[in-house]
């Protein structure tokens, strides 16, 4: 597949490179069908240069092409819940909106580092949607799920997935959700 985001990354078919992905990310790529798989592409970073606007300047690849997953906890009656959001990299989630009511919790934050990192099996910098936790729901933004194509995490900061949005809203879990981001 030719990826028009890719700037001057040298993109491959996902399983070519699977030390570039996430223990979680390789089994979930692994368990989707052959043509979802097909639709997957993934490059070796600098891990130095893994955060999104380091990324984007030095790889010449979109900004608004590149789409951010954070994690994000809540508690409602002594029950810790937690949800992944995706949204392009120029927005900003509605944690204490949306996501706040989604999860129905009182407050929603963003979950600790250490605490993010260890649930998904994941390095900070590189998590991603593909192979979280399948109890969580998976938010997306609607404009996530429309783009044609979306750089994102590899579950490792060294990797980057190049991927369509509507793989991300075939994941388990996802929901896409209009005005998540803003």
Excluded: Q
Aim: glycine share 10%; aromatic share 4%.
């Amino acid at each position: 597949m030719a990826w028009s985001i890719a700037g001057t990354l040298h993109v491959e078919p996902v399983l070519t490179r699977p030390e570039l992905l996430a223990e979680p990310v390789l089994a979930a790529v692994r368990a989707m069908d052959a043509a979802d798989i097909e639709r997957i592409g993934v490059t070796e970073i600098d891990p130095t240069l893994a955060d999104t606007a380091a990324f984007c300047e030095h790889y010449g690849s979109p900004l608004e092409a590149s789409a951010n997953c954070v994690v994000v906890a809540g508690k409602r009656a002594g029950e810790l819940r937690y949800a992944a959001c995706m949204i392009l990299a120029t927005t900003r989630a509605d944690v204490n909106g949306v996501v706040k009511r989604r999860l129905d919790v009182r407050k929603a934050s963003f979950a600790p580092m250490d605490d993010a990192v260890g649930i998904t099996g994941m390095e900070y910098g590189g998590i991603t949607p593909v192979g979280l936790p399948a109890d969580w729901p998976l938010l997306l933004d609607a404009r996530v799920a429309a783009a044609p194509e979306l750089v994102i995490g590899s579950g490792t900061r060294g990797g980057k997935l190049l991927v369509p949005g509507d793989l991300l809203a075939k994941l388990a879990g996802a929901e896409v959700i209009e005005g998540l981001a803003g």
